[in-house]
Every structure is written in structure tokens, then in C-alpha cells.
């Protein structure tokens, strides 16, 4: 990580991205069910949906992307691209990490429907990582909705804010319901910072 530069963590599925009702018509298809009788308030793996077990959903999940275009045709959460517009205007640096290269046998597919939902609703970012272990990629600050990455990050010592969710109503502040939230909170991060590079400077 260049020290010169403030880095924002970004998730996409669950943060950027709304995967629960992007999925659901497809699952609502899959399970030969209504919508209605899909809740919204799931918990991680959807278990709430009745899909089966591991592979099922992996069976659901392979479809919906192969299939459905999942990933080029999930809705926005509400002000996300706006508000990492605004960032990035600022001058903090966009770095997507994500992990959708969760099933074998279909990245391409992955890749190129996330290129596409990224330009088609005028995300900015400078970098695109694909990685489950998102401890692993550097940045000052992280936003994340996924119970188990959230804990990774902030047992690695990382910033992370979580995004609200049914699935981590459990995880500790910080925290944000919304992403003019997500914003005031980075932007306060993002304003240490600069103050630590001043005096940094002014100490050479």
C-alpha cells in the first residue's frame, strides 16, 4: 500500500451490491416457490430460504450467475454510488475486494459480470480484487457486511465499519445503516489521516 495514498476497503455483495434481493427472484425460481415466501430477514448461507445444504446452494448459486446474470443485474443499495463517488472526488483511493470467485469452473463469467455492474453504475475504483481472505489486502479502512470477514479484519487490527444487515445485527460499532452513514465515517478516518501526514511532514 502506497503510504502517500488513504485506502477505503470496499465489499460489493451486501454493501454496494443488494444480493439478498438480487438472488431472491432467482432463488424464488430455483425452489419453484413465491417470492413472498422468501423473507428478507436471512441469516449468512440463507439458510431461512430452505435451499439444502452446501452444495445446493452452490447448485443456486452457479445458476444464478451462469444463468441469470447475477452479478450484472443486482440492484444498487441506496446512495453507494453516490457516496463512493463523492470519496473518490476527495481523494480517497477505491479498492474493491470482493469474493466472488466462489464456485470453480465459472471466474469468467464472475469477473466479467462485475466489470460490467461496476462501469454500468458509475462506481469509481482504482483496483478490483477477488479474495476471500480480505485481511490479506491492505487498506485504511474497510466497510463490510459478512459476520466472518468483519471478525478476520478486526482481529488482524483492521478498521472496519460494519454495513447493517439481518446477517451481522450482532456484530460491535463501528457501525452504519446506511452509506451517507458509511461516508461520515470515512471521511472522519480519512481527516486523522491527513492530519498525521502534516505533522509527519512537518517533522522532516
Request: net charge negative; aromatic share 12%.
Amino acid at each position: 500500500m502506497n503510504p502517500a495514498e488513504f485506502v477505503f476497503g470496499v465489499d460489493l455483495d451486501g454493501v454496494v451490491a443488494d444480493f439478498i434481493a438480487g438472488l431472491k427472484p432467482i432463488a424464488a425460481e430455483w425452489l419453484d416457490v413465491s417470492e413472498a415466501e422468501l423473507t428478507d430477514e436471512v441469516s449468512y448461507g440463507f439458510r431461512e430460504w430452505n435451499i439444502g445444504d452446501e452444495q445446493a446452494y452452490s447448485d443456486l448459486h452457479r445458476f444464478a450467475v451462469k444463468e441469470r446474470d447475477l452479478f450484472a443485474r443486482l440492484p444498487l443499495i441506496p446512495h453507494a454510488a453516490a457516496a463512493l463517488r463523492r470519496l473518490s472526488a476527495q481523494g480517497v483511493r477505491i479498492r474493491v475486494i470482493t469474493h466472488r470467485l466462489y464456485i470453480p469452473w465459472f471466474h469468467r463469467q464472475a469477473v466479467m459480470q462485475t466489470l460490467e455492474w461496476l462501469e454500468r453504475n458509475g462506481i469509481p475504483y482504482w483496483d478490483l480484487c477477488f479474495m476471500a481472505a480480505k485481511s490479506s489486502v491492505d487498506a485504511n479502512v474497510y466497510v463490510e457486511d459478512s459476520p466472518g470477514n468483519i471478525r478476520a479484519l478486526r482481529e488482524a487490527g483492521k478498521d472496519v465499519i460494519v454495513f447493517r444487515n439481518s446477517t451481522n445485527r450482532d456484530e460491535p460499532v463501528p457501525a452504519a445503516s446506511s452509506w451517507l452513514q458509511v461516508e461520515e465515517w470515512v471521511m472522519s478516518q480519512y481527516a486523522l489521516w491527513l492530519a498525521r501526514q502534516v505533522n509527519v511532514v512537518a517533522k522532516v
